[in-house]
């Protein structure tokens, strides 16, 4: 069987509903373009519910459309979240190798957005708290009752040449 590359294409965000929660999730998926066949297919694979808050990969190993596996999906799409303005960049963890990895990729994603060049400072490695759902103010929530997730992100701020 072929390997094929893709290529990002653009962020949606959607609202999700589960059956257990009628409270939407705000959840943004990319979308990527196979260069073999040029179909275009929301990446983004998850589950909900049956035992699990949330679980899921960012792209597939395969073309839903030519069947082709995809090159390095793994390391051709670490996903570099941006705030609104484009002035924070994140990144998880266990993502890259190391910090210099971190910065090469927001670099290179800001210049495929933007088509310049950008600057990093305050590079920070963190423990991050993450939630669907979000948190109640002034509540005391156990921990257990929540979707929350503890992880370590990279983050740094980027201004453009």
Avoid at 15 to 25: A, F, H, L, V, W
Avoid at 42 to 48: A, K
Avoid at 74 to 94: F, P, Q, R, T, Y
Wanted: hydrophobic share 30%; proline share 2%.
């Amino acid at each position: 069987m072929d390997k094929t590359n893709i290529k990002f294409i653009n962020e949606i965000d959607v609202d999700i509903t589960t059956e257990d929660d009628n409270e939407p999730q705000i959840m943004t998926l990319s979308v990527y373009e196979c260069e073999a066949c040029h179909w275009r297919f929301v990446g983004d694979c998850n589950r909900y519910g049956h035992g699990y808050t949330s679980e899921g990969v960012q792209s597939p190993n395969y073309c839903p459309m030519c069947g082709e596996r995809i090159k390095e999906s793994a390391e051709e799409n670490k996903k570099i979240v941006w705030n609104d303005d484009m002035d924070v960049a994140s990144g998880l963890e266990k993502d890259f190798e190391n910090m210099d990895e971190f910065i090469f990729k927001v670099k290179r994603s800001f210049k495929e957005y933007t088509g310049e060049s950008c600057q990093t400072e305050n590079l920070v490695l963190q423990a991050c708290v993450a939630t669907g759902k979000g948190i109640e103010a002034e509540t005391i929530t156990p921990l257990v009752e929540t979707d929350i997730i503890i992880q370590n992100w990279y983050t740094c701020e980027v201004s453009s040449n």
